[in-house]
């Protein structure tokens, strides 16, 4: 079965204290999409503008990616520069400049209208809530968000809580929309906000599952060296989402399988800058190092 990814399309420049890279490929769906790729078919809808390199496209294309949603504007593309701190837990944002990004409207080719599994990836709610708006009963939705639309859309963000099955977010993040310090607590309100599954994202220390069948404690991958997080908690949900089209079936039955491959997928991703490292890596890479993390985890 195939997913329906829908976020931003980017140019990222980052810095840490060791390199610069200028105007690498980003962007939540980027992320999302190229995890997703390794294991179903994917159908990415963004928007770019007329500087995005075709380099990037031939990219999307080799992993098979269906661009047929992805709008080329004129203008430039959403270009965003960070900088990171040697504790790459802290970064600051040197430039965000929206582009094209800022007038984005998703429209769905019909085609698109019923895949069965759909990321709204970090993307303001009111875009999310015009995806659903454009879907034909989809089989499983997951939403990520992030601060910025706990800080300036919150209505929106919670009547799209009843129209979701999973909601992605950081700790932070679950605390402050909860208004609950314990993460065990501030789960339990999030599912009487609407979804089924709460996926609360740690960074290094890994997520942290809520559902019906009680938590579900997801490693991350241990790294002796971090070269660019950017990126990873979008790889994480896109490796998740993609493994879950995959295998279709009981949701329960496959997700913290998928957890896994998310948290194995982005530990690749934190290992180069960008997605240089990801769109290197093939599916085996993948099996190898999720039984390495078994082991790791094994008792």
């Not at 992320?31 to 997703?36: E, L």
């Not at 800022?102 to 769905?108: H, K, S, T």
């Not at 993307?123 to 990520?144: G, K, S, T, W």
């Not at 609360?200 to 019906?212: A, P």
Request: aromatic letters at 8%; glycine letters at 10%.
């Amino acid at each position: 079965m195939s997913v329906l990814v829908v976020g931003s399309t980017a140019l990222d420049s980052i810095k840490t204290p060791r390199r610069a890279h200028p105007r690498l490929l980003g962007g939540s769906a980027s992320h999302a999409a190229v995890a997703a790729s390794f294991f179903a078919p994917v159908k990415l809808v963004g928007i770019v503008g007329g500087d995005f390199p075709k380099r990037y496209i031939e990219l999307f294309r080799r992993h098979g990616i269906d661009l047929d949603g992805l709008q080329i504007a004129a203008g430039r593309t959403f270009h965003w520069s960070g900088e990171y701190e040697v504790n790459m837990n802290h970064r600051r944002t040197l430039a965000t400049e929206l582009g094209v990004f800022e007038r984005f409207l998703p429209v769905l080719p019909p085609t698109h209208r019923r895949t069965p599994y759909v990321l709204l990836a970090n993307i303001a709610p009111a875009l999310q809530h015009h995806v659903l708006d454009q879907m034909r009963r989809p089989r499983f939705v997951i939403a990520d968000t992030m601060d910025l639309w706990l800080n300036t859309a919150l209505e929106e963000l919670l009547r799209l809580l009843a129209r979701v099955d999973a909601l992605v977010l950081n700790d932070s993040e679950a605390r402050q929309l909860a208004g609950e310090d314990n993460l065990i607590n501030a789960a339990r309100r999030l599912h009487r906000l609407g979804p089924r599954y709460v996926i609360v994202k740690k960074g290094e220390h890994g997520s942290i599952l809520s559902s019906r069948q009680g938590l579900f404690l997801c490693p991350a991958y241990p790294l002796a060296k971090v070269a660019d997080p950017t990126g990873a908690g979008d790889s994480f949900v896109g490796g998740l989402v993609g493994y879950l089209a995959s295998r279709g079936g009981a949701v329960d039955r496959h997700l913290r399988q998928a957890m896994l491959y998310g948290s194995v997928v982005a530990s690749f991703g934190c290992e180069g800058f960008g997605l240089t490292r990801t769109t290197r890596l093939r599916r085996a890479d993948l099996d190898e190092r999720l039984a390495k993390l078994r082991q790791l985890a094994a008792c």
